[in-house]
């Protein structure tokens, strides 16, 4: 199993474009989570969903779609590049259950400039 | 609202030397789950640990130990005899038992460990 993978490992926009961060997993978990980290703030999360065609917003979600329509892909979309979109981007999977771990993705780093 | 509170944004200690995290939390739910992830260098997020509200006997993993106090909503971390591969940054997580939420993790600020030769 490959487990989560994202695409693009790096990215530099500037400001006003737009473009669409991967995510995929093979283990066919329900859920799958978009979080960014940014210094000293942990991980927020910003969109959700638990199952295909099922998504809800988290913490942070203004500036970014998602859409779930398979069980393996769930992309984020940046509509309008910001500086404040600056972060690293982690793709997250889990089974159906509180009580599961989540498996992360390695990582986008984006830069807004 | 739920919130975790990772105060120590730095700890640096000498190898072999024993290291606390802490790691407090707030939940108005009875039933929750608690988490701790290492983050190394390298970037990748690493499940190390979970947790239920209904359980706090404490565990241990080889050098690694955790203690649950309901009492003080504490989760702290514990290396034992720490090395200079457990340089990372270390992430505690809290985590609704509500299904249709997705159970969403909700994340300290992380505390950076850097472990010195």
């Known amino acids: 199993n490959a487990g989560v993978t994202q695409t693009p490992k790096f990215q530099v926009l500037k400001t006003g474009q737009s473009m669409t961060l991967q995510c995929a997993q093979d283990?066919?978990?329900?859920?799958m989570s978009w979080y960014r980290q940014d210094p000293g703030m942990g991980l927020r999360l910003i969109h959700y969903?638990?199952?295909?065609?099922?998504?809800d917003q988290g913490e942070v979600p203004n500036g970014y779609n998602v859409s779930r329509s398979t069980t393996e892909d769930f992309p984020l979309r940046l509509l309008s590049a910001a500086p404040s979109q600056t972060s690293v981007y982690f793709c997250?999977?889990?089974?159906?259950?509180?009580?599961?771990?989540?498996?992360f993705g390695p990582g986008t780093r984006l830069t807004v400039l | 609202a739920q919130k975790v509170t990772q105060a120590q944004t730095e700890i640096s200690v000498v190898e072999k030397e024993d290291v606390t995290l802490d790691c407090v939390y707030e939940?108005?739910?009875?039933?929750?789950?608690l988490f701790w992830y290492k983050q190394p260098p390298s970037g990748e997020l690493v499940f190390l640990i979970r947790?239920?509200?209904?359980?706090?006997q404490n565990e241990i993993s080889g050098r690694y130990s955790w203690n649950f106090q309901k009492s003080t909503s504490s989760f702290n971390f514990t290396i034992t005899a720490s090395q200079v591969v457990d340089s990372a940054v270390y992430f505690c997580?809290?985590?609704?038992?509500?299904?249709?939420?997705?159970?969403?993790?909700?994340f300290g600020e992380g505390t950076q460990l850097t472990v010195n030769p």
């Open positions: 997250a999977s889990k089974r159906q259950g509180p009580y599961n771990e989540q498996f």
């Open positions: 997580a809290l985590s609704e038992a509500e299904e249709t939420s997705g159970s969403r993790l909700t």
């Open positions: 283990m066919n978990h329900e859920y």
């Open positions: 947790r239920n509200s209904f359980d706090e």
């Open positions: 969903s638990v199952g295909a065609g099922i998504t």
């Open positions: 939940t108005r739910d009875t039933t929750y789950y």
